[in-house]
């Protein structure tokens, strides 16, 4: 139901009757809109074309909605707040590139890359790139998420869906979740919640205090809220970029990171150098991430990362910020590039 429907009962044609109802609440909050609509139409009535009365009648109400909206809003709370305790909270960002364990000291023998072609493309003809190389996204939006996992839900407690992600069959889908921002299309990542085939929860995994800068350049405060990037599930172990989306000097040059977290206990497995990934995915081979970095003049690199340690394997150079890869059966990995296309044939 919406004002427009209601404003066709005689006594809401009046202005100071559209005034009282957004005073009373926000015209432009959906659960607010709700709540004023439902006071409206418990009263009008027989009492249409009496506006003063019914206006009295809508003030009367007022308390007794209130508090049934309290009634039903606190328990979603309370249910979120369970949820939250329930999470693991990862680790605080550490000041450098780290890793713990045994793998630390395994060697990972970079991939090989041999270039098959590179052309410049048009920029914003990326569903041309998709539909040339095959595109497979394991990245799906909200509404994919709907029709592909119907059991992954599309809020957490008080947390919306951003994404979800899936690496293969037989492994968890990762939702993604977090809150949006007044004035912000889209939904930062807070928030990696691993489910199985029935939709049952393994892992929630909370990453606030990783996404917190270590360093901010004044005046930049406003701009550098970090946010989880793309974010996978493979063997046990949850891979994440984290970033923020302005320049590195912002934050003493430490953005783009990687991460493996051991999703039983929030702990940080490794963490690589700054830098390596701010493409809209990396791509996971064997022992190797693939990623890419670039941001208008800063270096524009592809990097392999050993997914044992996080150390940098090898880089390499490229016109321009990396955006999206797709690596097919044959082993032919397809970079997007903000204005170069890139194929290569990777081997071992």
């Known amino acids: 139901m919406t004002f427009s429907m209601a404003a066709q009962r005689g006594w809401l044609r009046s202005p100071s009757a559209l005034t009282f109802l957004c005073q009373e609440a926000d015209c432009g909050n959906t659960l607010s809109r709700v709540f004023v609509v439902a006071l409206l139409y418990s009263c009008v009535g027989p009492n249409d074309e009496k506006k003063e009365t019914a206006l009295r009648c809508i003030r009367n109400r007022s308390l007794a909605w209130v508090l049934l909206g309290l009634a039903l809003i606190l328990p979603a709370m309370t249910f979120g707040q369970i949820l939250v305790k329930q999470s693991k909270k990862v680790d605080l960002t550490p000041s450098k590139a780290i890793c713990h364990g045994a793998n630390c000291k395994v060697k990972v023998k970079p991939l090989k890359f041999r270039k ?11 569903d041309g790139w998709r539909l040339r190389v095959g595109y497979q996204a394991n990245t799906f939006t909200i509404d994919q998420t709907r029709t592909v996992f119907p059991s992954v839900p599309t809020s957490y407690g008080l947390q919306q869906l951003s994404y979800a992600t899936a690496t293969r069959v037989g492994q968890p889908v990762v939702g993604v979740y977090g809150v949006r921002p007044a004035g912000y299309r889209w939904i930062p990542g ?12 393994i892992h929630a995994l909370d990453f606030e205090a990783l996404l917190a800068p270590r360093q901010v350049r004044s005046g930049d405060e406003d701009f550098v809220g970090a946010h989880l990037g793309h974010v996978v599930m493979d063997d046990g172990i949850i891979y994440a970029s984290v970033g923020h989306k302005t320049y590195a000097a912002s934050t003493s040059g430490w953005n783009a990171t ?11 497995i490794w963490q690589s150098p700054p830098l390596v990934s701010n493409a809209n995915r990396f791509v996971l081979v064997g022992d190797v991430i693939v990623s890419g970095y670039g941001f208008t003049s800063e270096p524009d690199y592809i990097y392999q990362i050993s997914a044992r340690s996080g150390a940098i394997l090898t880089r390499q150079k490229v016109r321009s910020g990396p955006e999206d890869f ?6 032919r990995l397809f970079v997007r590039t ?3 296309d890139y194929v290569y044939q990777l081997s071992r």
């Open 116 to 126: 098959v072609s590179e052309r410049r493309n048009e920029i914003t003809d990326d």
């Open 190 to 201: 807070r928030w990696a919640v691993a489910f199985g085939a029935a939709g049952q929860r």
């Open 258 to 268: 990687l991460v493996a977290v051991n999703p039983a206990t929030g702990k940080i």
């Open 338 to 340: 903000y204005d170069t």
């Open 326 to 331: 797709h690596l097919n059966q044959l082993g």
